[in-house]
């Protein structure tokens, strides 16, 4: 237990380390001493990052991806860049609003949605699939969907889903085998850079 | 399979240090501020190191832009003990952050003292984070981190190549210090391309290796200065 | 048992309580409609100008999405934005070619800076406190409009003075324009490493007060006087990109680089050969040469040049055989070598060596950029110089910052203490913001309408000029739509031709020659960041270059230094620092982290000193040394640089700010307060390097020197 203890101390603590402290600068009217940093900002953050595991949160709105993707909707439509880049952007409530202007403007949520956005505010999503910082992966999107590899590989029959569930557990295994199967590189510098 | 290298022409080289400034700009090096800095733990993945010959009046300078060697037989792999410095099959010297839990052996085995050691969290004063780099990572406390020959460029530039069904072309890729090299003293290519600008260089009659006789094979040519006085 | 999943034990036993209370707080955060649509992860690129010197080179910029923190009715979230992430020179712009200095790589930190002033502050406590509250925008500009209605109603229209730094582009012109309508005297331009005893040298010998452009290209033998050209003078990054064709762009070619100077600079660092000089005396040595090739300055053979400048005969003679035999050849002066009282001097003579060998206008040679013209505004005459201009009842501050840059002899501080109302228009609170009654901050260069034209470092014409790159991420305003705003609401109305900062570009480049007939030449720049081409005869300045007299030089006046050889022995050099310039740049980090590349210094002062020197007065590197003037006392570390004459010390100029945010505040010395009142005899320009100095040790090294290069390091750990 003393080991598994002094392991964790060494893992949880060390990336906890505060960075160098600046003395605080003198502020005029409108400045932030605000600071950003690869520090978490508790230990429970660390230890969650460290297992890679994904905060629980409640999206902004019950969004039913099964609705939209029955109208045929491609996926690339709201994640914005996912065919040409590395990142399948979530949508802002501009994308949404896009179609929602005119089409079911009846309905409560799109109602809620365009209340939200008359007053400024956006869909904070909450990423469902996605990496923790300190796993360093710089997944792409665009070469794999140029590989023909089908959205539903990695991220399951969400198609069918209402609010997006993460079924498919994106372990480094999971891709390695992918990877090997296909012939694609598994050096650790493919993804971690 | 290519072999990136690099060759630096120290005739060109004006020692301005655009390189190093590009360098911070490309990579998320975070600055340590001066306190740190005065124990040895700033970080510039490349440096323009400076030699005094003579004596005054008679004083020549030379400088020399040293960054991460890319050594083929590279002392710093096979002293880590997590694998987390290693070779890729392109022939960079990787660095892994994941695997790599700060032993700083690798530091010690590097000849050219270019791996530097994050004793701290990292941190930007907002709003100075909103320029860090999407596709390079932000390294925590605890690891080591080196010049990559900024690969996301090298893999950006090979994924764009593949989409339009091409090689990489020659020049195509530019690491930070090579694009703003202001006279063009840096170049960067494929070595096994016998035909790419680098390898023209590598095999001038003017290049050596840095500390070449302790059998690293560095990937980065230096062409010597003309001396015609 | 896998080290992972033992690890997933531990740190499951040990935390089950934590994790439960976990929760990311990003995902609490209220987030903002975004302003425009971002496509995520995918880079665009988009023209600039950067700002931060005169070269004026083309960027271009990495704009890409970020989550920024925003206010947005006193509510806090954030909000996704198109952010610029890297600049990188602009390729096909004729100055930089794709590439940047160190300074221009740094640029981007100005726009996110931490301390950059973010809304309309008015004073609220003495000056130079820092003291001050927010102000609205509609409030800032009522006020500045209501002070001058009331210059205007009492008749003092002429009370109102500009203070700037040389910027070559509109916004001077602006300033300019509007002081003109509204009865004002011309802005006073203060740099303090200008050149305009260059440019008055340039004007009498080739009929161009411009700064020369150099054909290094094609140049095979370059005699450059002094002049930082790789480093800090002029426009580096071409130089740079020029230089290294010199060297090696020519299949069998390489071009020859001699150096005189007095402390080896960056510049110096390249040479083939340099040369040791007395300070001042560069313009003998150059006659010496024009007098070995032609032999129509008598009065400068080698043995009387070796008297003056303590350059060997023969060498004068070799350097002359040289220079004359190996064509084209250039002759370049700048910097230190025309801050001496005979600067002017100096400036001519070495303008007759490029016409001896016929290089005016020439491939290899001096070339001046061609002008774009400008109607000139008609000031009110008797204007302000910096040293009355305290006498001033409103004074606009734009960009210059003379409480740092000028010599303390000059009570440039005092003076301004005297103005009943300054306004600021800066985006950081800098010694000489500090001063001001009413700051209107400006947008930072990515934010607004980016512009310069060039005064060299290009053979054809070049104007750049960019649209915005990125949305304003605080509340400021663009100077120029301000001051055009200000003008239409005086009770007098300042009427310019244009209503937005815009308007007055487009008028410039509409007018602009286009490269084909359904080009239309203003849209086509703000694509490109630039127009290049020729500039028709109605639209350039100036008459074309001529050949300078090659007996035209005056004779040799000795120069005159501040401080009794007996009382202060050695010269002070006071130099641009290739990070700082003249520390206007002091406030980036990247540049303070920066390694300086001679001395490898970073986040620190020093001062340099022979390393016989040191040994004769007993001081060993790291030991804080003073060095007094008559005018002034700093304290800071020595460093060894074999490369600096035994009678001289030198110091960067840049740190030591007492107000420059953060990062620079309270850091260094500032060797500018050393600094003798002593100007060029016909310019009156500055003679910054014509003081002198006493140098003693004043204690042991205190750890405020940071370098990367080591050495010291272990040393002041152990005293720690």
């Known amino acids: 237990m003393a080991v598994c203890l002094a392991t964790y101390g060494t893992v949880a603590g060390c990336r906890l380390y505060q960075p160098a402290e600046r003395p605080a600068p003198q502020l005029l009217p409108g400045q932030t001493a605000d600071v950003f940093t690869t520090a978490r900002p508790s230990l429970a953050a660390a230890v969650n990052d460290f297992l890679g595991r994904l905060p629980e949160g409640e999206q902004p709105i019950e969004f039913p991806h099964n609705t939209h993707v029955k109208m045929n909707i491609a996926c690339s439509t709201c994640h914005e860049g996912v065919e040409t880049g590395p990142v399948a952007g979530l949508p802002s409530v501009r994308t949404c609003m896009i179609c929602h202007e005119a089409i079911a403007t009846d309905r409560p949520r799109i109602q809620q949605i365009t209340a939200m956005r008359d007053k400024g505010l956006d869909l904070n999503w909450v990423r469902v699939y996605g990496y923790v910082r300190e796993a360093h992966v710089k997944f792409n999107h665009a070469p794999h969907i140029r590989a023909k590899v089908e959205c539903a590989t990695c991220h399951g029959n969400i198609g069918e889903q209402t609010i997006a569930q993460r079924n498919v557990d994106l372990n480094m295994g999971f891709c390695v085998n992918c990877h090997r199967e296909n012939d694609a590189p598994v050096d650790c510098l493919t993804c971690h850079f | 399979m290519p072999r990136w290298g690099m060759a630096a022409d120290l005739d060109r080289c004006t020692g301005c240090g655009g390189c190093v400034v590009a360098c911070h700009a490309e990579n998320n090096i975070s600055t340590v501020g001066d306190d740190q800095a005065s124990r040895g733990r700033a970080k510039h993945w490349i440096r323009v190191e400076r030699y005094y010959e003579g004596e005054f009046p008679d004083v020549r300078v030379k400088f020399r832009p040293v960054m991460c060697q890319q050594c083929d037989n590279a002392p710093c792999e096979p002293v880590c003990p997590t694998y987390a410095s290693h070779h890729t099959d392109d022939g960079l010297n990787a660095q892994v952050y994941n695997r790599c839990i700060g032993t700083r052996y690798c530091a010690n085995a590097c000849p050219y003292n270019v791996r530097f050691f994050d004793f701290f969290n990292p941190s930007w004063e907002k709003p100075l984070h909103l320029q860090l780099n999407p596709d390079v990572s932000l390294r925590e406390v605890g690891v080591m981190e080196k010049c990559t020959f900024c690969v996301q460029r090298i893999k950006s530039a090979q994924i764009g190549a593949k989409a339009g069904q091409r090689e990489v072309r020659d020049g195509e890729i530019q690491p930070a210090c090579v694009q703003g090299c202001p006279s063009k003293a840096l170049v960067f290519g494929d070595l096994e391309d016998p035909e790419s600008e680098v390898s023209r260089l590598s095999r001038s009659p003017r290049g050596t290796k840095l500390l070449e006789d302790l059998g690293t094979k560095p990937k980065v040519a230096y062409l010597a200065r003309v001396s015609q006085t | ?720």
């Open chain 3, 1 to 720: 048992m896998d080290r992972r999943s033992f690890i997933k034990l531990t740190a499951i036993t040990g935390s089950t309580a934590a994790l439960t209370a976990c929760g990311n707080p990003e995902h609490q955060l209220i987030r903002f409609v975004p302003d425009e649509d971002i496509v995520p992860g995918q880079a665009v690129w988009k023209p600039g100008v950067c700002p931060l010197c005169s070269a004026g080179c083309g960027l271009t910029v990495r704009v890409m999405d970020a989550d920024a923190d925003v206010v947005v009715d006193g509510q806090a979230g954030v909000k996704r934005i198109a952010a610029a992430k890297k600049l990188e020179g602009l390729p096909d712009h004729p100055v930089n070619r794709g590439a940047l200095c160190p300074r221009g790589q740094a640029a981007i930190q100005v726009t996110y800076h931490p301390d950059r002033i973010t809304q309309p502050l008015k004073r609220t406590g003495n000056r130079g406190t820092g003291q001050y509250e927010a102000i609205s925008w509609d409030d800032a500009v009522v006020e500045l409009v209501g002070r001058l209605d009331m210059l205007a109603g009492a008749g003092n229209q002429r009370m109102l003075a500009m203070l700037t730094r040389r910027t070559s582009g509109h916004r001077g012109a602006l300033l300019e324009q509007f002081a003109a309508r509204f009865g004002a005297p011309a802005p006073v331009v203060y740099e303090l490493f200008g050149d305009e005893v260059l440019r008055r040298a340039n004007a009498m010998s080739y009929g161009r007060a411009q700064l020369p452009t150099f054909d290094l290209a094609n140049s095979r033998y370059v005699l450059n006087f002094g002049s930082d050209l790789l480093g800090t003078w002029n426009s580096p990054v071409a130089h740079s990109r020029a230089y290294g064709e010199m060297r090696q762009g020519r299949p069998g070619v390489r071009g020859t680089f001699v150096q005189v100077e007095t402390r080896m600079s960056q510049t110096g660092a390249n040479a083939d050969e340099w040369v040791a000089i007395r300070p001042g005396t560069e313009g003998a040595l150059a006659l010496g040469i024009a007098q070995v090739i032609g032999g129509k300055h008598p009065d400068y053979t080698p043995d009387a040049v070796q008297k003056l400048t303590g350059v060997d005969a023969r060498r004068v003679e070799r350097l002359a055989r040289g220079f004359e035999a190996t064509r084209p050849a250039v002759a370049i002066v700048g910097g230190a070598p025309l801050a001496h009282t005979n600067g002017l001097f100096t400036a001519l003579a070495v303008n007759t060596l490029n016409s001896l060998v016929g290089s005016v206008g020439q491939p290899g040679g001096v070339f001046f950029t061609p002008q774009l013209n400008r109607a000139a505004a008609s000031n009110a005459g008797g204007g302000f110089t910096l040293q009355d201009i305290g006498n001033a009842h409103v004074l606009l501050v734009d960009g210059a910052n003379p409480v740092f840059t000028a010599p303390a002899a000059w009570r440039v501080r005092e003076s301004l203490e005297k103005v009943p109302y300054i306004v600021s228009v800066g985006s950081f609170l800098d010694e000489t913001s500090a001063l001001a009654d009413l700051i209107l901050p400006d947008h930072s260069f990515l934010e607004t309408w980016s512009e310069s034209l060039p005064e060299s470092g290009s053979l054809a014409a070049v104007a750049g000029v960019a649209p915005a790159v990125m949305r304003p991420l605080h509340r400021t305003r663009a100077t120029g739509d301000v001051l055009l705003d200000v003008g239409r609401r005086l009770a007098t109305p300042v009427n310019l031709p244009w209503q937005t900062f815009d308007e007055m570009l487009a008028a410039t480049f509409t007018g602009l020659p286009s490269a084909a007939p359904d080009v239309d030449t203003w849209s086509d720049a703000q694509t490109k960041g630039m127009w290049t081409g020729t500039l028709p005869a109605g639209l350039a300045s100036g008459a074309s270059p001529q050949t300078p007299a090659a007996a035209g030089a005056a004779a040799f006046a000795a120069p005159q230094f501040d401080g009794d050889p007996g009382q202060y022995p050695f010269h002070f050099l006071p130099y641009p620092s290739s990070k700082f310039l003249d520390g206007s740049l002091a406030h980036l980090p990247w540049l303070q982290e920066m390694p300086d590349p001679l001395t490898s210094g970073m986040w620190s002062s020093w001062v340099e000193i022979n390393p016989a020197t040191m040994q004769k007065l007993g001081i060993a590197e790291g030991d804080v040394v003073e060095v007094a003037s008559a005018h002034g006392t700093v304290r800071s570390a020595a460093v060894v640089n074999p490369g600096i004459a035994p009678d001289t010390v030198a110091m960067p100029v840049g740190q030591g700010h007492t107000s420059f945010t953060r990062f620079a505040s309270g850091r260094g010395e500032n060797p500018v307060t050393l600094l003798a009142p002593v100007t060029e005899a016909t310019t009156g320009a500055l003679a910054w390097a014509a003081t002198r100095v006493r140098v003693s040790r004043a204690g042991p090294a205190d750890g405020r020197l940071v370098m990367f290069a080591g050495g010291l390091r272990e040393h002041v750990e152990h005293e720690r």
